[in-house]
Antibody, heavy 116, light 113 residues
């Protein structure tokens, strides 16, 4: 069974940093493309970033480019999202998602709150 | 960026009746080399993460009941629930994976009438 477990969310002040992690199990992680998708409270889904199986292809939404960094450690079956210069509008539940094309598995999400 | 627009924003349907949700993309998501539409539908029940219902515009995901069906090509797509059940109350999102940034529709909230 595919399992994606996010961690690292919490309350952070504007301008601060946070690193999210997503531990994967139940599938061949090193062969899988992975994504981060976020959802602000009461709002819709927004794709944030993706990384291919070996980390050589990475893409970001314009809203986070230059502030967020996605990475992965295939030995630990984990992806990360380093979030710097956080803004109020980054407040959201962040989901870890698997998918080389469509998004076939979603984690439960971790809440990031940016507030002073 | 490809803009995805769903209609309606909300929908109330009686149990056992048909529910239809539409999705329009600002440009075609049909990839000519493999004749596939890079379009998925996701269901998000209250308090839960989303779950994929449909991919390649019309292929049901694993374990998805056959009352869910989808169709369309190019820029116009439809999700149909043939006989609404109580457990289908959710927000439904279409999403294109044709090109980054991947984009979602704004969501359609489906309720019981």
């Amino acid at each position: 069974e595919v399992q994606l477990v996010e961690s690292g969310g919490g309350l952070v002040q504007p301008g601060g940093s946070l690193r999210l992690s997503c531990a994967a199990s139940g599938f061949t992680f090193r062969s899988s493309w992975m994504h981060w998708v976020r959802q602000a409270p009461g709002k819709g889904l927004v794709w944030v970033s993706r990384i291919n199986s070996d980390g050589s292809t990475i893409n970001y939404a314009d809203s986070v480019k230059g502030r967020f960094t996605i990475s992965r450690d295939n030995a630990k079956n984990t992806i990360y999202l380093q979030m710097n210069s956080l803004r109020d509008e980054d407040t959201a539940v962040y989901y870890c998602v698997r998918g080389v094309a469509w998004f076939d598995s979603w984690g439960q999400g971790t809440l990031v709150t940016v507030s002073s | 960026d490809i803009v995805m627009t769903q209609s309606p924003d909300s929908l109330a349907v009686s149990l056992g009746e048909r529910a239809t949700i539409n999705c329009k993309s600002s440009q075609s998501v049909l990839y000519s080399s493999n004749n596939q539409n890079y379009l998925a539908w996701h269901q998000q029940k209250p308090g839960q993460p989303p779950k994929v219902l449909i991919y390649w515009a019309s292929t049901r995901g694993s374990g998805v009941p056959d009352r869910f069906s989808a169709s369309g090509s190019g820029t116009d797509f439809t999700l149909t629930i043939s006989s609404l059940q109580a457990e289908d109350v959710a927000v439904y999102y279409c999403q294109q994976y044709y090109s980054t940034p991947y984009t979602f529709g704004q969501g359609t909230k489906l309720e019981i009438k």
